[in-house]
């Protein structure tokens, strides 16, 4: 049996369960049992579409003529209620429809879409972008910890050591800092039970080091395992009949849905989903685009139904570094851009709605020439969800240097 000894420590942050797998004994905390703090707290998902999503097929301008004249091969045709067409939202803005488990959520007033939305920071690099977006500072590259650590350090104290989860093998940008926050790898065969030589070993492993911060790092690691072990065990089925695609996307939402129904106090979990750098066979209604975006829609879909009632106090919300060139280039894909949309699922939204102002597609409306504009910065969006959703006291604190209007103008939470 092999164990990794990798443990990665930010400032009191720790990621732990540097396995080769996750322990099953993990994946079977989905019960639910009393919360630490003695209340169902209110849960942020964010999920991360690493490689710059390609947010005009995702969410379709249709009333836009010059969509279709960007885009003479992979545009979505304007919906005509067939299956191979556009999905009408409002009348401007249509689903993929690869995206179609979604449009019942949107009718039912459970998601929203915030188009024209970004980073203002110009950059085309996925690396710089990624690293802004995760730190919540545009343009500033010295800031040393993630806006969802430091929301997590703006509430009040936790007794949960599980009150920031990011579902893969080391701790993200996002999470880092001095709030706890824990990595949880997901899926996985390894097994390793309450009590045996090799969780006990790792314990002694941890509680023998010479290093005082790795100690401590141990004992965080290991209360965290604990609070989740000690959730009784239960169906590790989804409830309620969700189907999960069978995806590492997939997975992943089915675990944190585990985590959360396990109600152990967490607030806040990160879930990121790669591969969305379209520059070549993108494609339109068929496609690699396509076939991603079909995975996302029955992945929100299922994490929508498996949590069922618990949903009212689940709010998910997507990001991606930034958007894709307005126009297809030669290989029927798109290129590095700028404006982008979000979209946003689960408690609280007030959805049913197509958010932000468009600017358009005309040439001279168009980011640098050739990209979709930006109306909306980011974290006005997730101020919104941060302050009406989640009551998070000062957003100065989450978002420094940043101007908010903390009546929440948007209007997209209840």
């Known amino acids: ?39 169902d707290p209110r849960v942020l998902v964010v999920l991360f579409q690493r490689g710059a999503v390609d947010g005009l097929n995702t969410v379709v301008p249709f009333r836009e003529s010059s969509y279709y004249r960007l885009r003479p091969s992979i545009a979505i045709p304007r919906p005509t209620g067939r299956p191979d067409a556009a999905l009408d939202l409002d009348g401007f803005f249509g689903l993929h429809p690869s995206l179609s488990p979604l449009l019942p959520l949107y009718r039912g007033g459970d998601l929203a879409v915030v188009h024209a939305t970004g980073s203002p920071d110009g950059t085309r690099s996925h690396f710089d972008a990624q690293d802004y977006m995760e730190s919540g500072t545009p343009g500033v590259k010295s800031t040393e910890d993630g806006w969802l650590n430091r929301h997590l350090q703006t509430r009040p104290g936790s007794e949960s050591p599980v009150q920031g989860v990011a579902l893969g093998t080391s701790l993200p940008r996002i999470l880092r800092g001095a709030a706890p926050a824990v990595a949880v790898p997901e899926g996985g065969r390894f097994e390793v039970r309450a009590g045996d030589a090799a969780a006990d070993g790792l314990e002694a492993m941890y509680a023998g080091t010479l290093d005082e911060a790795l100690r401590g790092a141990g004992r965080g690691t290991f209360e965290a395992i604990d609070m989740l072990r000690r959730a009784a065990p239960g169906n590790r089925a989804a409830e309620h009949g969700a189907a999960y695609p069978r995806s590492r996307l997939g997975r992943s939402l089915q675990q944190t849905a585990r985590i959360i129904r396990a109600n152990v106090g967490l607030e806040v979990a990160f879930v990121d989903s790669g591969g969305w750098d379209h520059h070549v066979n993108e494609g339109g ?19 929508h139904r498996d949590l069922g009632d618990r949903m009212g106090r689940v709010t998910l919300v997507t990001l991606s570094e930034f958007g894709r060139t307005a126009a297809e280039n030669g290989n029927r894909g798109t290129d590095h851009g700028h404006g982008n949309c979000m979209l946003l699922l689960g408690g609280g939204i007030r959805g049913g709605k197509v958010y932000g102002r468009w600017p358009g597609l005309e040439p001279e409306q168009l980011y640098d020439g050739r990209d979709l504009g930006l109306t909306t910065d980011f974290r006005t969006v997730l101020g919104e969800v941060l302050v009406r959703g989640l009551g998070s006291p000062d957003l100065g604190d989450v978002f420094p240097g940043f101007g908010h209007n903390p009546k929440g103008w948007l209007g997209l939470m209840t």
């Open 1 to 39: 049996m092999s164990i990794s000894r990798r443990v990665f420590i930010k400032d009191g942050a720790v990621a732990v369960l540097g396995f080769s797998a996750l322990p099953s004994f993990l994946t079977r905390a989905v019960a639910s049992t009393p919360s630490p703090t003695g209340s």
């Open 285 to 303: 209604v068929e496609g690699l685009l396509a076939n991603q975006l079909r995975d996302l829609g029955l992945g929100l879909a299922a994490f």
